[in-house]
Structures are given as C-alpha cells and as structure tokens.
C-alpha cells in the first residue's frame, strides 16, 4: 500500500482546468484507482501467456526470421534479385517506406497534438500508438539502407569529418530522409520513454520477482511520484509534445517532397506534401484500429477503449480520407489543366494502362468504401471497422505504388518504357517487415503496459471531480 500511495499523482498536478464533459464517455462507470491499475498492470505481471499470444507471437517471429534470411540474401547477392529495372529504378523498397512512415505517423498525432488540443479520448489508446509509431519507423527505415545497394556505406550519408573531404550532397531527397526519419525516430522514442516513467515505477512497486523489480527500477530512473517529480514531468510532457507537433507535418512532407523535385509526369506536384501528410495520417489511425480491436478483445479492455474511441478514430479516417480523396481529384484536374500532355497521359496510363486494375481497386479502398464512415451505425460496428481499417491499408500501400511505378515506367520516352513486377525477394521482405512489426508489438503487450495507467487515473480523476460539481 506505501507503494501504491507513492506512485499515486499529487492531486494538484491530476487537476485539469476545466472538466470537461466528453468524460463520461470515454471512461466507464464504476472505476477506481486500484481497478484501473490492477486491471493494465496485471497484463504485464500476472496474467498467464495464453495460447492466442503464443501462436501470435509463434507466426510474427517465423516471418521476421524470413526478413532476416531475405536480407542476408540481398547482402549476399545483390538488389538484382529485387524486380527493380530501367526505367523504374524505384521499386518495392520506396513503396514499402513510405507505407511504414505514413504508418507511424498517427502515433505522433494521438499523442502530441491530441495531448495539446486536451482531448481526452487520446488516453486509452496513446501508448501502443506511439510504441507503433517505433516500430513502424523501425521497419521502414530498413528499406533506403537496403536499397543504397551497398548498405555498409550508409556513413557516406552523414556529415561528419573525413579525410577525404567528402559531405552529403544537401540537394539528394536521401539525404533529406536519412535526417527527417532519424529526427522523428528520436523524438519519438524519447516521448514514449518518457511517459513511460510513472509506468514502469508501478510495475517496479508490484513486481514480485526481483528481476523484474531490478529491471523496472532501472528503467523508472528513481521515480517515487512525489509533487516535485509530477511537477517537473508534466512541463518536460507537454514540451516534447510541442516539439513533436511539427514532426508530423515536416517529415511526410520531405517523403513528399523526395517525389515532388523529380521532374517526372505525375510526381513533379506542389500538392505532394500536404497530400502525403493527410495519407499518412488516413493509414496510421487505420493501422492503430487495426491493432486496437484485437487487442481490446483479446484481453478484455472494453471499459478502456469504448465505442466512442472508435468512432471517433473512424471520424479521423473520414476527414483524412476526404482530403485525400480531393487530393486524387486535384491529380487529375491539374493534369488536364496544366496543358502537358505528359501529365495527361499519365493519368490516362493510370486509368486505362496495365497497371489500371491496381489503380482502380486503389480508387474503391481509398475512396468509395470508406465513406460508409458517415453513418454512425457502421462507425460503432466493430467487426464492420476492423474489416474498414484493413482495406484502407490495402488501398494506402496500392496508392504508394501507383505512384512510384505508373509514373515511371512510361515516362518522356517511349523507346524507354518498361514493365514493373516484384519477385519473390521483394515479398519477401515486405511480408518479413510486417512479422517485425506484429512480434515487438506482441513482446511490447507482454512486458510493458499498453494503456497509461497514470493517464486513465488522471482522467478518472476529473471525471469524479466533474460529478461531484454537477
């Protein structure tokens, strides 16, 4: 009891300025403080492995064995074994990359700008969002290592000291993406470390193993939650989440920009950057639905993640599908009005050339279906959104490669023309970084909490001060 009393908030720092009355519906009634942190902390400490983690985990750690043989292969042999040729020099690797960063983003939205804006349904779903927002940038920060060709280089990219007098060349869009991956990477983790803090000094209070006691009270960094520590934390929390407020525009706007300075038909586009922003966030809160809803299955967590999470995830697919869907409407109404007939007939490519089935399949993931998300019946159906988020994931990765390859295999020159298509290698690593992905989230499920427990107390806090005022 000492303990739990010690990692309690000093009740002055848990005050939100104003109650607010969005919170009965993001908290149920009838909790507690001890049921809140019983019911997260028991996941990590005491509830026994059970037989959908292990087969979970038993599948995402065979793929990630399969990345690492696919990759151990590349190295050995070459980026020949990939389905990359002239003229479409970009292949899955991009694709790929860009489809992981877009992913990450909607960590960085849930927990930053949501956090400055006050809104309280952030809670319940901030943590395993910003640790997928990790792993996402994990994974796709493999693809421009491997595709440099000679990955062991990569130092070349960097601007430090060398005898030989050599600095990056500031004008590559690679450069671009070695300093706005590692930056969002870096502001990300330490955002997520840091609200991890109060966590891991509860699991330090609760563990009964000495191990786990050693491991969480290193990692807690000494935390005993007086006023001082809450003090201090919540100015350092809300700091870093201003610092990484801009992260969410400026890095996806570079990954647009990567495609916008290349004088290429249909990539040669001032409207990439925010068009690049608003896909990213349409993929990355329907990746967190799509980890959401098992998750809140699997282990009972209904009374955290409620309905009005969920349509208000599905209210955010919405607006961003829209603004992605007028960004399609702009392509092609500035193809026609630009007067190039280079640009035309890109879009006519994308429509009607060999790669239309792609394009059109995109059009109906991306576009039709989500607007099922206007009825509020559909948006509060969970198998119906499961299945939503899982198609707006389909349609974002096919959207990623219409753009790279129908842009680029029927450029300037018809004596260049060529056809595009993956090999096995190239599926091979990008089903091998969906295992990565999938297995550190079920190892983050196991050994750290996925809700803020200190966050869902705070909240809890202001909702009974809120009854007790009405």
């Not at 040729?85 to 790929?96: L, S």
């Not at 525009?249 to 925010?274: E, K, M, Q, R, Y």
């Not at 697919?317 to 630009?338: D, K, N, P, Q, R």
Request: proline content about 5%; some cysteine; hydrophobic content about 50%.
């Amino acid at each position: 009891m000492a303990a739990e009393s010690q990692f309690q908030p000093h009740p002055a720092q848990m005050q939100p300025a104003k109650p607010r009355r969005s919170g009965s519906r993001v908290i149920r009634p009838g909790m507690t403080y001890a049921s809140v942190t019983d019911k997260i902390s028991s996941i990590v400490l005491t509830r026994p492995v059970d037989w959908i983690w292990l087969l979970g985990f038993a599948v995402s750690f065979l793929l990630t064995m399969m990345l690492i043989g696919a990759i151990s292969y590349l190295l050995a042999v070459g980026v020949g074994v990939w389905g990359i040729d002239i003229p479409v020099a970009w292949g899955f690797a991009i694709i790929n990359f860009v489809w992981w960063i877009g992913i990450g983003h909607a960590g960085t939205l849930i927990s930053a700008i949501l956090l400055l804006l006050r809104q309280d349904w952030r809670t319940s779903i901030n943590r395993f969002a910003e640790a997928m927002t990790i792993f996402a940038v994990g994974c796709a920060a493999l693809f421009p290592l491997l595709h440099l060709g000679r990955p062991s280089r990569f130092y070349w990219l960097l601007p430090y000291p060398n005898t030989l007098g050599l600095w990056p060349q500031w004008r590559s869009p690679l450069v671009w993406d070695v300093f706005a991956v590692s930056t969002y990477g870096t502001v990300s983790l330490i955002f997520f470390y840091f609200g991890l803090v109060p966590d891991l000094a509860m699991l330090r209070d609760r563990s009964t193993s000495k191990l786990g006691q050693i491991v969480y009270g290193l990692l807690a960094l000494g935390w005993r939650g007086s006023a001082v520590h809450w003090k201090r934390y919540h100015r350092a929390y809300v700091l870093l989440a201003a610092l990484a407020t801009p992260l969410v525009i400026s890095v996806h706007s570079i990954v647009g920009l990567d495609f916008a300075v290349a004088i290429v038909p249909g990539w040669h586009n001032t409207l990439f950057p925010p068009y690049f922003v608003a896909g990213a966030i349409y993929s990355g809160f329907a990746m967190v639905l799509t980890l959401t809803i098992p998750l809140r299955w699997m282990y009972g967590l209904h009374g955290f993640i409620t309905e009005h999470h969920l349509d208000n995830m599905a209210k955010v697919m919405l607006g961003t599908g829209l603004i992605v869907a007028y960004g399609y409407a702009m392509e092609v109404f500035m193809s026609w009005y630009s007067g190039s007939e280079f640009e035309t007939y890109m879009m006519h490519n994308r429509a009607t050339g060999p790669y239309a089935p792609q394009f059109w399949l995109l059009v109906s993931c991306n576009v039709i279906a989500p607007q099922l998300l206007w009825f509020k019946r559909f948006r509060t159906n969970v198998p119906a959104l499961f299945i939503m988020s899982l198609i707006v994931n389909v349609g974002m990765w096919l959207e990623r490669y219409i753009i790279v390859v129908t842009s680029l295999h029927r450029d300037y020159l018809p004596s260049s023309w060529g056809m595009y298509s993956a090999t096995k290698h190239d599926w091979m690593l990008y089903v091998g970084t969906i295992g990565l992905f999938v297995c550190l989230v079920f190892l983050f499920i196991r050994f750290l909490p996925m809700i803020a427990t200190f966050e869902m107390r705070e909240l809890l806090h202001g909702h009974s001060q809120a009854e007790e005022e009405h």
